[in-house]
């Protein structure tokens, strides 16, 4: 399934962003409940600290995934350093149907690609950007706005307020990140908001993974409930 037919459906969207790119922990996600996995490269992860690898190096990971699981599958390209043009295309070539970036390091180029485009805002963004991002042709946003200074923290009014912000200003669908350290009975909240979807990673997921498998599997049968 592509990422396009996942947004095209009315489900909540459960995202499993992998703490490595392996298929070990890609079919622990999809097993467990996830709608669609995302993979790393060119960047050292802010909360885990992992430095993640080269397209180079990733490629026949995602080749075997695409083999073992075809599963919907994305990328974050990079940060700073960002895969180049060729690089993008080969990603689509071996069956990755999205990307997730911040818009502060997406290359114009990236918004030519044919994968479904999810433009994450960061926490210096301002609402007059917002709007902007459907004219960029984005399909999705990312809504990743807490401070790094804040990450693993409790939900707040606040943070409400900040995204429903943001998800009344756009018609396009609208992803939380687990910036916060969401717990279950905060879905529902979160969904009732507007969010389309989560994308969960190493703050609930945990890092092993028995952890990361148990929290896939703990957000998947409450975000479908």
Same mark, same amino acid.
């Given at each position: ?39 790393h490269v060119n960047l050292k992860h802010r909360v885990t600290g992992k430095v993640h ?90 809504? &990743? ?50 969010f389309r979807g989560l994308i969960i990673g190493p703050i609930v997921t945990g890092s ?11 957000? &998947?049968?409450v975000l479908k409930s």
């Open positions: 399934m592509k990422f396009s037919d996942l947004l095209n459906s009315k489900e909540s969207i459960l995202v499993a962003s992998l703490p490595e790119n392996s298929v070990e922990y890609a079919k622990a996600a999809i097993e467990n409940g996830a709608d669609a996995i995302k993979l690898e080269t397209w180079t190096k990733v490629r026949e990971v995602a080749r075997a995934i695409k083999s073992e699981l075809d599963c919907c599958t994305g990328i974050v390209p990079g940060a700073e350093t960002m895969a180049g043009s060729d690089e993008i295309e080969d990603m689509e070539a071996c069956g990755l149907s999205f990307f997730d970036v911040y818009i502060d390091y997406c290359p114009v180029y990236l918004l030519k690609s044919s994968m479904s485009k999810m433009l994450a805002l960061n926490y210096t963004y301002t609402p007059s950007m917002v709007k902007g991002l459907a004219k960029l042709n984005a399909d999705a946003i990312e809504i &990743s706005i807490i401070d790094p200074s804040d990450y693993g923290s409790s939900l707040r009014a606040m943070d409400l307020l900040r995204y429903s912000e943001i998800i009344e200003q756009t018609d396009l669908p609208c992803f939380l990140p687990t910036q916060k350290k969401i717990s279950n009975s905060e879905i529902k909240t979160l969904v009732d908001l507007g092993d993974l028995i952890s990361f498998s148990k929290a896939v599997r703990s957000f &998947s049968e």
